[in-house]
């Protein structure tokens, strides 16, 4: 299993400098990737939240070796050619470490989409992010593309330069119980199933993602987990992520779970 740390860009952790350091003292400590999340704000008491691309970027700048990313991005509320240039841009930047989050969203939590005048049909969003994964994966070639689709146009375009090693990986997201975000991520290189209780809901996704890809090698299934529970039953269900969620954690805590080092556990 891979570790990584899963960081909110509230507040204290808003500041993409600090983040930058904190994920060169994640590099150090062993840690094998470093991922954040994508809010435009978020409840109460949070008060500062940062962009992620920004942030990420400086994140690239300052590792080597670790892997990066949105976790997750809402697809649906990003142009597909912006997210095309952004996601090249950033890839080539870390060197090729980029993997790209993707998910629907929810308007549940911070009401994000209902405040903003965006799309709240959860179908509506899955045909955008289904279109916006399609335009991505064929700019990724260099090849022109050419998609004329209910929700988006690109005609003949070509989008050089092609990230490092000719593609980002896609993890979906998806609740584990809801079989069409499975089916889509069988189609992708990862699925982050969320809201996880325990390891025992993983049994179903992972059977029904080795049915429709016949192996699961090669392929990701990350989970999130608080810095103190034990990963090795999520590692013996199937998971070969396990991103450390530092939800509600303040800026010593967090610092404290890097140091600590993958597979740690601090009891915070």
Same mark, same amino acid.
């Not at 949105?70 to 080539?92: G, H, Y």
């Not at 070969?240 to 597979?263: E, F, Q, S, Y």
């Given at each position: 299993?891979?570790?990584?740390? *899963?960081? &909110?860009?509230?507040? $204290?952790? @808003? %500041? +993409? ?6 994920? =060169?003292? #994640?590099? /150090? ?12 704000? *978020?409840? &109460?008491?949070?008060? $500062?939240? @940062? %962009? +992620? ?6 994140? =690239?700048? #300052?590792? /080597? ?14 142009? &597909? ?188």
């Amino acid at each position: 299993m891979k570790y990584a740390i *899963w960081v &909110p860009l509230f507040d $204290e952790l @808003s %500041d +993409p400098l600090e983040v930058a350091r904190l994920a =060169a003292a #994640a590099e /150090e400590a062993g840690w094998d990737g470093f991922f954040v999340w994508d809010q435009l704000w *978020w409840r &109460p008491p949070v008060r $500062e939240v @940062s %962009d +992620p691309w920004i942030t990420l970027s400086a994140v =690239a700048t #300052a590792t /080597e070796r670790l892997r990066i990313g949105p976790m997750v991005t809402p697809v649906a509320r990003r142009r &597909p050619v912006k997210l095309l240039r952004e996601t090249t841009t950033l890839d080539r930047l870390s060197g090729g470490r980029l993997i790209l989050g993707a998910g629907l969203g929810s308007d549940r939590f911070a009401q994000e989409y209902s405040k903003t005048g965006e799309e709240l049909d959860d179908r509506i969003r899955a045909e955008r992010m289904e279109e916006t994964l399609a335009i991505l994966t064929a700019g990724w070639t260099g090849e022109p593309v050419n998609h004329h689709g209910k929700h988006y146009l690109v005609d003949d375009v070509r989008f050089l330069p092609r990230p490092v090693r000719g593609r980002v990986p896609v993890w979906l997201a998806g609740f584990p119980g809801n079989s069409r975000p499975i089916g889509r991520a069988a189609r992708y290189d990862g699925f982050f199933p969320v809201n996880l209780t325990s390891p025992d809901q993983l049994a179903g996704p992972v059977a029904v993602l080795r049915a429709l890809r016949g192996t699961l090698d090669d392929y990701d299934i990350a989970v999130a987990l608080e810095p103190s529970a034990d990963p090795r039953p999520y590692a013996e269900a199937g998971a070969t992520w396990c991103l450390t969620d530092l939800v509600d954690l303040g800026l010593a805590d967090v610092r404290a779970v890097i140091a600590a080092g993958p597979g740690g556990s601090i009891g915070v």
